[in-house]
């Protein structure tokens, strides 16, 4: 990061700003104005965190890997044109005589860290190859998808605004991991984007075609890079869906007809693609799934002699379902709750073990509040509780069990916490609300009997 970086960066700020405002003026509602403009400026303030931290404090992958290697591509094709295939390669087939630097030899083989990186050359043709203004670029595409999730759980419940801007757009680790050069920011993204093009198309039936494109691409993007966030995330959104349709038919007889049926063939459908498509899914296979995770906990335990943010479940994996299954809990609670506060030896993993920390006294809360019956319940009732809870506890599992080590996982986790905090917002709103309830039954009660106290005997 240099002297060109900190001159151009304002002035990608105020680009973006421009464009972002003109989008705004399509919202009548002050509260997406507020939060939309609120979020932006979230974004951008995460860009300039995540290049000071990336660029002076932890160099990793994002600029020695990603950025160096796509800046070096961008060269070869302004030295030669003929380099352009290099932005078509897979890369695999990518000439590694190429590399700027020979360490990065074998990470293309991995089309996912070529797709970035490919990424990167490309958006160096509007940044100049700038660090700082890439990262920019990368916080702003993530931000759109951010969005998107905003508008859909928006439009779910109103009146919870706030607390969805908390877990959305405010979640400090959330929005630090989507803020540069990182498959995570593309991830984010993508995610946001699949939400709102799944729910367009499915319940509110608007722009088919449109939406068609929005979900194609943005699918293909997210298989590419962490294939496992579409295997646990497209199920109970499909899932939501169904049962949100299934609501809006007043005939409860057909209601309790169709949901079983819809549901069990939503199963089936999902099972035979994932067999259909079991080599392309590769580790990720349903019948993989478990060896997977085993070599990755192998591979963990190798470098734990010199990698001082690996840590242990406690638990052994044997490799098996069964095994899988005993471990969910300590895995679950690894995801969601780790890094304790004396197990951050990182400043980054500091932010995320405060984060964890607030949130394992919230979930405490909601638990003691409504009770553990009532949690449950609530889950099973309301079709968008079922779907965040269930999919924030399905990825959470399989990134804990996978991950051993502090730093991978406080990036992992991302996709599933905004939907881990919503489910605990919704519960509470739920106990707030028959809470609220119950006192508007009491009250004409109770004015009864002190009417009634008042009158001569």
């Known amino acids: 990061m240099g002297l060109i970086d900190l001159i151009l960066f304002p002035v990608y700020v105020i680009f973006f700003y421009?464009?972002?405002?003109?989008?705004?003026?399509?919202?009548?509602?002050?509260?997406?104005?507020?939060?939309?403009a609120q979020g932006f400026w979230i974004k951008v303030f995460g860009a300039i965190a995540f290049t000071i931290f990336n660029g002076y404090l932890s160099l990793g992958d994002s600029i020695g890997l990603y950025h160096k290697e796509g800046l070096n591509i961008y060269h070869l094709i302004l030295n030669d044109s003929d380099n352009l295939k290099l932005l078509v390669t897979k890369g695999a087939d990518f000439d590694e005589s190429l590399l700027k630097n020979v360490y990065n030899a074998g990470y293309f083989k991995a089309e996912s860290n070529y797709l970035i990186t490919r990424m990167v050359a490309m958006l160096s043709f509007l940044t100049f190859g700038k660090y700082m203004v890439t990262n920019l670029v990368f916080s702003m595409i993530a931000f759109t998808g951010v969005w998107k999730l905003y508008l859909f759980f928006y439009e779910q419940y109103p009146r919870l605004h706030k607390q969805f801007a908390i877990a959305i757009l405010y979640l400090p680790t959330f929005v630090f991991w989507s803020s540069g050069i990182m498959k995570d920011t593309i991830c984010v993204a993508s995610l946001g984007w699949i939400t709102y093009a799944l729910y367009e198309i499915f319940f509110r039936k608007k722009s088919f075609f449109t939406n068609s494109i929005i979900l194609v691409f943005f699918t293909y993007l997210l298989i590419v890079l962490k294939v496992y966030i579409i295997i646990s995330y497209v199920p109970f959104f499909i899932l939501f869906i169904i049962l949100k349709n299934i609501q809006s038919v007043n005939n409860r007889s057909i209601r309790y007809l169709l949901a079983p049926v819809l549901i069990i063939c939503c199963l089936y459908g999902f099972k035979r693609v994932l067999n259909t498509y079991s080599d392309e899914l590769g580790q990720y296979a349903v019948n993989d799934?478990?060896?997977?995770?085993?070599?990755?906990?192998?591979?963990?335990?190798?470098?734990?002699?010199?990698?001082?943010?690996?840590?242990?479940?406690?638990?052994?994996?044997?490799?098996?379902?069964?095994?899988?299954?005993k471990l969910a809990p300590i895995a679950m609670s690894a995801t969601l709750f780790r890094p304790f506060l004396w197990e951050s030896k990182k400043l980054s993993t500091l932010l995320s073990s405060l984060e964890s920390l607030i949130m394992m006294m919230f979930t405490l809360y909601i638990i003691c509040k409504a009770g553990l019956i009532s949690c449950i319940k609530m889950v099973i009732k309301d079709p968008l509780i079922m779907y965040c809870f269930l999919f924030s506890i399905v990825f959470a599992l399989f990134v804990g069990a996978s991950t051993l080590n502090f730093g991978t996982l406080v990036r992992y986790k991302i996709p599933c916490l905004p939907f881990y905090v919503i489910s605990l917002f919704l519960i509470y709103e739920k106990v707030r609300e028959k809470a609220r309830n119950k006192a508007i039954l009491q009250t004409p009660v109770q004015v009864t009997q002190e009417i009634g106290q008042l009158l001569p005997a």
């Open 18 to 36: 421009i464009v972002f405002r003109g989008l705004r003026k399509k919202y009548k509602d002050p509260v997406l104005k507020k939060y939309h």
């Open 289 to 325: 799934i478990t060896k997977s995770i085993k070599n990755s906990n192998l591979a963990f335990e190798n470098q734990a002699d010199f990698a001082q943010s690996n840590f242990s479940l406690g638990v052994e994996f044997d490799g098996t379902l069964f095994g899988l299954v």
